[in-house]
């Protein structure tokens, strides 16, 4: 499943590229995730509900990014997201920070002739950095809690 419309020769040498950096993009994933989870708990104490309704949040976001051909497109969700307070300020001028960040990546990986291709890489490597950082905070909000009750259960 490509996205890029350049010639298949350069569709698999740039995919090949993005693989070679994906443990970075789910390292800055983890980063994202763990500051919403620390953004969270620095709240009000809040019950899981809401925590799940910040995985919605952010499988919105992620919808955006998968269905969007604009990085502008998908900074604007984050911030409209972030206005009605659906996410957090705080998180939402991190993220955009980071993912903003991603051009750079995209232009080391196309070159920095090809504007069009460098576009569409850097909302590649958004898509899978906002993929995983739902998967890190399920892991954050769900996952982390079941291991520390099965330590617990495992104690007494």
Not at 20 to 39: C, T
Not at 94 to 113: D, F, S, T, Y
């Amino acid at each position: 499943m490509t996205r890029f419309t350049d010639d298949p020769k350069r569709n698999a040498q740039i995919l090949r590229a993005i693989k070679e950096k994906e443990g970075e993009l789910v390292q800055m994933a983890e980063e994202l995730a763990r500051s919403l989870k620390e953004i969270f708990r620095n709240e009000e104490e809040k019950p899981l509900s809401d925590k799940e309704h910040k995985e919605r949040q952010l499988r919105n976001i992620q919808e955006v990014a998968e269905q969007s051909t604009s990085w502008a497109e998908v900074e604007l969700f984050i911030r409209y997201q972030a206005a009605r307070k659906e996410i957090y300020v705080a998180w939402a001028n991190e993220a955009l920070q980071k993912l903003q960040g991603l051009r750079e990546l995209a232009r080391g990986i196309v070159g920095a002739a090809e504007e069009p291709t460098i576009r569409k890489v850097h909302l590649e490597l958004i898509r899978r950095v906002l993929g995983h950082t739902v998967r890190w905070h399920v892991w954050h909000a769900k996952g982390e809690t079941q291991l520390q009750r099965a330590k617990q259960g495992g104690a007494g």
